[in-house]
């Protein structure tokens, strides 16, 4: 299984970035997928979170009206597109597939990460 980020840079506050994610090795469709970001000095957090139709999103508070989260099971890929970015949103940020597809709001859901990519928003 890998899963690969793209997409990350640096961007000034008030821009948009769109990150993907792309999965092979896996039958994506099955699994329910999510985002992660880990700031320096901090612990990884929840981002994002995609049921495995399409159907069901989920989001953390501290993005929640800003990112969207999407995943095209035709081409084995999900996507975070980001706008209105803050400094705070700062990260590397990691991507993840869950085939339990519950409790996928904490890191225990998911089997599968990807190596992550970094954002970083400048004020």
């Known amino acids: 299984v890998q899963l690969v980020e793209s997409g990350g840079g640096l961007v000034q506050a008030g821009g948009s970035l769109r990150l993907s994610c792309a999965a092979s090795g896996l039958t994506f469709s099955r699994y329910a997928m999510g985002w992660f970001r880990q700031a320096p000095g901090k612990e990884r957090e929840f981002v994002a979170a995609?049921?495995?139709?399409?159907?069901?999103?989920y989001y953390a508070r501290s993005v929640k009206g800003r990112f969207t989260i999407s995943r095209d099971n035709a081409k084995n890929t999900m996507y975070l597109q980001m706008n209105s970015l803050k400094p705070e949103d700062t990260a590397v940020y990691y991507c993840?597939?869950?085939?339990?597809?519950?409790?996928?709001?904490?890191?225990?859901?998911?089997?599968?990460w990807g190596r992550g990519t970094q954002v970083i928003v400048s004020s």
């Open positions: 993840a597939a869950s085939i339990m597809g519950y409790d996928v709001l904490r890191e225990v859901g998911y089997s599968y």
């Open positions: 995609i049921n495995r139709n399409d159907d069901s999103t």
